[in-house]
């Protein structure tokens, strides 16, 4: 029904139907997901294969929802910054640096040499590594907080090593590329690491160090009534600024984070942003979910591929995120292995530009997106089991976020 | 700079870009403007014409910022119908409709005569009627706000007359498109009022009277821990359907907003979609500023002309108005008659439409614009002046809003 001329051709209605879908869709996930005890989460991707193209496609993944997306990863980011002090970085700052250093080379090896093995292309090899590099700081922060072990040691651990996993897989991505488009620009490569690493150094280190000093700013009455907009906009501009040069754009919304909780406004902002954090990562759940295409996992060889890459995956990155996490004990260092495993929205990423750039395959793309998929899907039950084995000390968290 | 792959060609990087500069420029308006004591809307829509293609074009009005100038609007209306009772609108509802007509009636014969006098054809003299009918609900509550008297008497007036008056626009707007494309469908145009009239009266009447009924349904232990989501999902919900069925969303956002004023969590609600109120109304507000062609206007005509329009437009919706509303009082009488002069986002609407069919041209839309930009600019002080006259009885709301 178009009904009246002011509504026909409105980019705006359509968008109201799709954001009113997709939220509806959300919170029948999440409350179903409640009720049996499962992470909610899963319950709001499954929520997105269900209304997404693959089943009923009642929505399509158009750029306002990839927008709306982006903010829902970008916020829950921002949240976790909120709740992590650069002090209790510090703390686990050796092991979470090992924890993703080695939980970046298995990975990568293993999908490096299975595609070169399975008679790839040196570049489609590197594709493959660098999809499995990356870990989901999104879904595993949303797994730690419903868990509420965020502020826990292995939870900062896990924050600590996905933050510096994702500095990695993107500069090992930056390399795919290269080699894929015939040759790597060492000289640019170079200004990209220094790049990122001075990004993260001046705020993490240089940007709570003057929060600290000056801990009135964000809310001082010369400048503003409420925190809110100000925070919100040193979310917005850090995580534009880490996507400009070529960070994923959470990791600016988790500097961001960290700034404002050493401000005195950290609890009035944490109020105040809840009600985003409620509204909008709804669809960055959601919108994975919509990326599952199940026909192209039909196929019977297909599935058999995928068991496999998705167990050398969750392997990999176990046994790597394990080794560098062992001085934390027996239970920890599992809790953050397991921790490490889901892939996300990372790996989907790298996967669409190996597609874009013709380096994969139609097939493998599927793969890798069923992967990150899987991991994604199979992590939270576990890390479930294991938050229960975690020691008394480890297992507290400053505060649970509250969420609808 | 595009650095690493990750951030080149992602459209959501682009976007977080944009809704930064547009956050940060409306801050700025907002703050210069609070301390220049002036409303704080007309700062964040001049910010709008820096930022937009007319000045600095910082930003262009991509489709995302569209839909996060209608969530805006959209929220900025659920906010007004959470601080209004359906009592109070029945106890000002002779006065509201009364206003509404005659405020409609005058501009629309105004525009029509006037057009016909310039020479223009019957349909190009309609729109140009429809154009001047709508008040802005968006804009006059956001004033209405600020000035604390949105509960007053003549506050609720202005509120009812501008529903009133919006159904009417659209109702004008369908006969003037019917006429442009060589006849009007009589029988489809009173299924649309039908339809319109039986939208607004079951949910502002039937979907109060359910939640007085059951007033814990938002919130119920077996449905959500919190209300927001489902708050919101009303919203979006009724502001989707009333785009559906040809009136404008906000109509809808309003009616919902009205439910929930009616549950035991209405302030539980208020409390927390401040925040969503406090973030996605100034993208609204910026993107007025962002449509405001300065070169259109900079023709020696155009400019005499946009004045004899603006002052048609504002002298017959403040005549009209007041005569609906004479029986309020005289000082409430011109608050109210001022307070409807505002038009905004609705005539633009209308002569964007109009421009696409190509019924009137790229100078009447620049002056159409041109008109709605100038009612919202001047109205704001002169409002708030009337206000110290108006009685005490009538000046006092239930609550100011939050605002950053």
Redesign the interface.
């Known amino acids: 029904?178009?009904?009246?001329?002011?509504?026909a051709?409105?980019?705006?209605?359509e968008?109201?139907?799709d954001?009113?879908v997709v939220?509806?869709a959300a919170?029948i996930g999440d409350?179903i997901f409640k009720r049996l005890r499962q992470p909610t989460i899963i319950g709001e991707i499954l929520a997105g294969v269900l209304v997404g193209p693959a089943v009923f496609g009642l929505v399509d993944l158009t750029?306002?929802l990839?927008?709306f997306?982006?903010?829902g990863v970008?916020f829950l980011l921002f949240w976790v910054g909120l709740e992590t002090r650069i002090t209790d970085l510090q703390e686990v700052g050796s092991s979470a640096l090992r924890t993703g250093v080695l939980g970046v080379l298995l990975p990568f090896a293993g999908g490096f040499g299975v595609g070169l093995a399975l008679g790839e292309s040196p570049s489609t090899s590197m594709f493959l590594g660098a999809a499995l590099v990356a870990t989901s700081v999104g879904i595993t922060s949303a797994v730690l907080i419903d868990l509420g072990v965020l502020g826990s040691r292995s939870g900062r651990t896990i924050i600590g090593a996905a933050i510096v996993d994702d500095i990695l897989a993107?500069?090992l991505?930056?390399v795919a590329?290269g080699v894929a488009a015939g040759g790597t620009d060492v000289v640019g490569l170079v200004v990209?690491v220094m790049?990122a690493l001075a990004f993260v150094a001046f705020f993490a280190l240089g940007g709570t160090a003057a929060m600290r000093k000056w801990p009135g700013t964000l809310a001082a009455p010369r400048?503003?009534?409420?925190?809110?907009?100000?925070a919100?906009?040193l979310c917005?501009?850090l995580?534009?600024l880490a996507?400009?040069?070529?960070?994923?754009?959470i990791i600016g919304a988790f500097l961001a984070g960290m700034m404002v909780a050493e401000t005195k406004e950290q609890h009035p902002v944490e109020e105040?942003?809840?009600?985003?954090y409620?509204?909008f990562p709804p669809f960055f759940f959601v919108a994975i979910g919509m990326q599952i295409d199940l026909g192209a996992l039909a196929r019977p060889g297909t599935v058999l591929l995928l068991v496999g890459v998705t167990a050398l995956a969750a392997v990999t990155k176990f046994v790597g995120a394990w080794l560098g996490a062992r001085s934390l004990g027996k239970a920890e260092a599992a809790f953050v292995g397991v921790g490490m495993v889901p892939r996300g929205e990372v790996g989907i990423?790298?996967a669409g530009?190996g597609r874009?750039s013709g380096v994969i395959g139609e097939r493998m793309f599927a793969i890798v997106v069923g992967m990150s998929i899987l991991t994604t899907l199979l992590v939270p039950p576990l890390l479930r089991i294991l938050a229960r084995r975690l020691p008394a000390e480890s297992a507290q968290s400053p505060e649970a976020a509250?969420?609808?």
């Open positions: 029904m178009t009904g009246l001329p002011l509504a051709g409105s980019v705006a209605a968008a109201l139907v954001l009113f939220l509806v919170k409350e750029e306002v990839q927008v997306a982006e903010l970008v993107m500069l991505l930056a590329v990209v790049l400048f503003s009534e409420s925190p809110l907009l100000p919100v906009i917005l501009g995580a534009a996507a400009e040069i070529g960070l994923a754009a105040e942003v809840a009600p985003l409620a509204f990423i790298v530009i874009a509250p969420q609808s």
